[in-house]
């Protein structure tokens, strides 16, 4: 069963707290990336990564992190340096670059 | 920044009605693509059209593209409640990332 998931579903953050985001594909596809989504709006790009060992900044990086050791793996973590972290975070992953993105199911980041 | 803008922001029509969304963009681009998302899901892709393409076709699915305009429309034809979700335009521009719209909302009443 081949596709993209997202772990956990649910998840909330206390005040000082990180949190990682893990996001999982086994499409064997090299691109990868982060979006953060707030209610009612599209999609700001945080984190991408084109291959392994290599990501870049998206538009809104700030507070965030992310490493990518394997190809299959791309975790997300949201630092105490984001003030503002509540939002829907949708992973996705294409063949190439500019290509059809595939999405996880994203998950859903509260501040107790 | 947002490449792409939809319009309307939010659509409601009835049943059977045809929906037609708009999505314009800034810069020169490769491909413009169309995604659904259903809430509180994640993204699906629905259609990709090329830059040298003017119209494509997907099923109850009809996307148009004006390159010297820098818009596209996709309209859904004979709607259903099931088609109820936002959609969102990507444009890939010329190399770069693929950057998304702020999403139109439709509502599909039985």
């Not at chain 1, 998931?5 to 953050?13: D, E």
């Not at chain 1, 060992?53 to 949201?78: C, H, W």
């Not at chain 2, 820098?70 to 099931?82: G, H, N, Q, V, Y």
């Amino acid at each position: 069963d081949g596709g993209i998931t997202q772990s956990p579903k649910y998840l909330f953050r206390k005040e000082g707290q990180n949190v990682t985001l893990s996001c999982e594909q086994n499409l064997n596809h090299d691109a990868m990336y982060w979006y953060r989504q707030d209610p009612g709006q599209g999609l700001r790009l945080i984190y991408y990564s084109q291959i392994v060992n290599d990501f870049q900044k998206g538009d809104i990086a700030e507070g965030y992190s992310v490493s990518r050791e394997k190809k299959e793996s791309f975790p997300l973590t949201v630092t105490s340096a984001q003030k503002n972290p509540t939002a829907f975070y949708l992973c996705a992953s294409s063949t190439d670059w500019g290509g059809t993105q595939y999405f996880g199911p994203g998950t859903r980041l509260l501040v107790l | 920044s947002q490449q792409g803008e939809e319009d309307p922001q939010a659509l409601s029509i009835q049943e059977g009605e045809n929906a037609t969304m708009n999505c314009s963009y800034k810069t020169s681009i490769n491909n413009l693509q169309w995604y659904r998302q259903n809430s509180g899901r994640g993204l699906v892709h629905l259609i990709l059209i090329r830059s040298n393409e003017r119209e494509k076709h997907s099923g109850r699915l009809r996307v148009t593209l004006d390159t010297s305009k820098k818009s596209s429309s996709l309209l859904i034809t004979a709607s259903r409640a099931a088609d109820t979700a936002s959609y969102f335009c990507a444009s890939d521009n010329a190399g770069n990332m693929l950057t998304f719209g702020g999403g139109t909302r439709l509502m599909v009443k039985p």
